[in-house]
């Protein structure tokens, strides 16, 4: 049985509306998550990260202080005295702000909403390109590619509601 059969899904149109879909849900519930840690965050104003750090895996350093996280991650806090800032918490509420309500607009095929999304998302994928040279990390490798996707889905829509 193939995976169009599966799903009911009868061309590749329908495919990209669906992933069109579920990758904007996925942004609107990342956009609350970044909004609520950055309302955590603004309690916690001054506090340096490595308190938080500790406080959250205290259980961990309780289990096996030699855990491979603590070990890898403790090093790096203690060298650099990093503190929670305003920029830090107003960063992750600004982008689950335009994350929410550009998902929400684009859902509803607002024409405005696709340029503002494809030009913001883009400005974010190269500041992630930027941010991968230095740290190769592989989440945010994963989180360039869904965006790209994304992207690509965006201006893909963005045609057929011109063509409508």
Known sequence: ???????????????????FRVGLWWRILYGFLRLALGFILLRLIGTP???IFYKVMSHELIEDPTDFLIQTVSPFLRHWSFTVTYFL???????GIIDILLS????????????????LIGIF???????FSY???????YIIVVDLILLWLIKREQ????LE
Do not use: C, H, Q
């Open 125 to 131: 994928v190269l500041y992630e390109i930027y941010r």
């Open 1 to 19: 049985m193939s995976f169009l059969k599966l799903f009911s899904i009868k061309d590749k149109d329908n495919i990209y509306g669906l992933l």
């Open 135 to 141: 740290t190769y990390s592989l989440g945010l490798a």
């Open 159 to 162: 045609r057929k509601l011109i």
């Open 49 to 51: 990260l490595a308190d």
């Open 104 to 119: 929400i607009n684009l859902l509803k095929r607002k024409p405005w909403a696709f340029p503002v999304s494809i030009y």
């Open 89 to 95: 918490a107003g960063y992750l509420i600004f982008w």
